[in-house]
């Protein structure tokens, strides 16, 4: 099963990579089910089998997702962005995208207010399989450590006081009507301004979208007996007024210090947990006393988790200044 789900993942991959660089010709189930030496018909099967969807309803949600940030964010025509997208006409991609989204991409681009967008399907993690690191190499960079500040901004996210981690977190948030990872990373992934959003389209990743720590303001303890809650959201500008979907909250958060602890790119199935631990022990290690300042856990503190291999892994904690 694991080999077959590594072999969806690549797919998967190799879709979203053709879309990006609108290589359409690459994306036909006879291309993709070549590149891994199986017939079409088998490939299929696999791949409904694993993702619990339709390869062509997969292929043509992606397509939509990605033509939905041209119509928000560019100028193109709406007859070029269908073109770009695989789509035969003008009509043809209004059909599709008003069936997806509720609104057609003239009404969109006019007032681009949050929809679930389909994120980026991932089949294969060594971590959540429980097949853990391969080990292969052991990264040589070590962990910068430095204080920055970060101007006053917007947080619109989701929370939980019972989850333990990123894993733990989604397997509750599935449990609650309309906070699955699938709709509130669909969401996120649509919101336009999002301060850390590179362009990607996928979460916790290159989409902008992050976890975080939010220290409560009526005490309430989460798994690890701290008052704050496990959060999920995106950064936005503190001039912030668009849309915010029923089932998130939009905290606005002061300009503060913060300190980071950041490791730069790496290879996540072969070093992830390596890269972890050496970030946790550079922050169990740190000496916030002699540095002057001390970790801010007072309510409405925030401290911010970035994971994301083709970058950084990173922590933000907020602090205070000790005063003398």
Request: charged letters at 25%.
């Amino acid at each position: 099963m694991h080999e077959w789900q590594e072999l969806i993942q690549i797919i998967i991959d190799e879709i979203d990579g053709c879309i990006k660089r609108y290589q359409d010709e690459a994306l036909t189930l006879r291309f993709l089910s070549r590149r891994l030496g199986y017939s079409e018909f088998y490939t299929t099967r696999k791949f409904k089998e694993i993702t619990g969807m339709q390869f062509r309803e997969y292929l043509r949600s992606r397509r939509l997702a990605f033509a939905l940030k041209e119509v928000r964010d560019g100028k193109k025509s709406f007859l070029d962005i269908a073109f770009d997208y695989g789509f035969s006409s003008h009509e043809a991609f209004t059909r599709a995208f008003k069936s997806a989204y509720g609104v057609t991409p003239c009404e969109y681009r006019k007032n681009p207010v949050p929809v679930v967008l389909r994120t980026k399907l991932n089949t294969f993690d060594r971590y959540f399989v429980g097949l853990g690191e391969i080990g292969m190499i052991q990264s040589t960079e070590d962990v910068k450590i430095y204080f920055v500040t970060i101007p006053a901004h917007k947080f619109l996210h989701i929370k939980n006081y019972e989850s333990n981690g990123y894993w733990d977190f989604w397997q509750k948030q599935a449990q609650i009507p309309g906070q699955d990872c699938e709709t509130i990373c669909g969401l996120l992934d649509s919101i336009k301004g999002k301060l850390d959003d590179d362009g990607g389209s996928e979460a916790n990743s290159g989409s902008g979208q992050l976890m975080a720590y939010i220290g409560d303001p009526a005490g309430r303890l989460c798994a690890w007996g701290f008052p704050r809650a496990e959060c999920y959201g995106v950064r936005l500008p503190a001039d912030y007024s668009g849309e915010v979907p029923e089932q998130m909250l939009l905290q606005d958060i002061p300009e503060a210090e913060y300190i980071v602890f950041e490791h730069g790119t790496f290879d996540y199935e072969q070093e992830n947990c390596s890269v972890e631990e050496k970030i946790e022990k550079a922050m169990a290690d740190f000496d916030y006393a002699a540095n002057g300042c001390s970790l801010d856990t007072s309510s409405g503190s925030i401290t911010y988790l970035y994971h994301n291999p083709e970058q950084h892994w990173k922590w933000v904690r907020q602090i205070k200044r000790i005063t003398k």
